[in-house]
């Protein structure tokens, strides 16, 4: 298979692998110099809290996560060590579980966002326009739907 790719397409895709790796690893900086979780909780954290009733079925909730999937069981005993989730069996079906989220689990999603959130601000919102972003969210559509199967928009 021969590759067409230009060197700016390239190019291109090696800044958004740097920057996307840049911005992740200084938000996590963030989030342990204020001696709060990885962001790996906050995802899971947000997408139960996001969740009809705060509640999804492992398998449902492995498909909601952003940043890894990898390992989301271990990731959710320790979620659920720290009081932040709970399992719950399902009713309909003895070998299903949801994992919900506690009201311990919306504090500490609380207290994250608030480092998250200025994070964002800080590395990523203040070097981008009105316009940039407009652009910028075009384009991640426009890939997002190509190489997407599931008809859910981010």
């Avoid at 999937?69 to 069996?89: F, K, V, W």
């Avoid at 964002?120 to 326009?129: M, N, Q, R, T, V």
């Amino acid at each position: 298979m021969s590759s067409k790719l230009s060197k700016t397409h390239n190019l291109a895709w090696r800044k958004f692998l740097v920057a996307h790796v840049m911005l992740i690893e200084q938000i996590e900086q963030d989030l342990a110099q204020a001696e709060l979780p990885p962001l790996s909780w906050y995802d899971v954290l947000f997408a139960l809290s996001e969740a009809p009733e705060q509640r999804l079925r492992l398998h449902e909730l492995a498909e909601a996560v952003l940043l890894s999937r990898s390992n989301l069981t271990r990731l959710l005993d320790r979620l659920e060590a720290a009081g932040l989730i709970q399992r719950e069996q399902c009713s309909s079906d003895r070998r299903g579980a949801f994992a919900v989220i506690t009201n311990e689990g919306f504090k500490m999603l609380d207290q994250m966002w608030s480092v998250y959130g200025q994070a964002i601000e800080k590395y990523f919102a203040c070097h981008l326009d009105a316009n940039e972003v407009k652009f910028f969210i075009k384009i991640l559509n426009r890939l997002t739907r190509a190489t997407s199967t599931k008809s859910e928009s981010y």
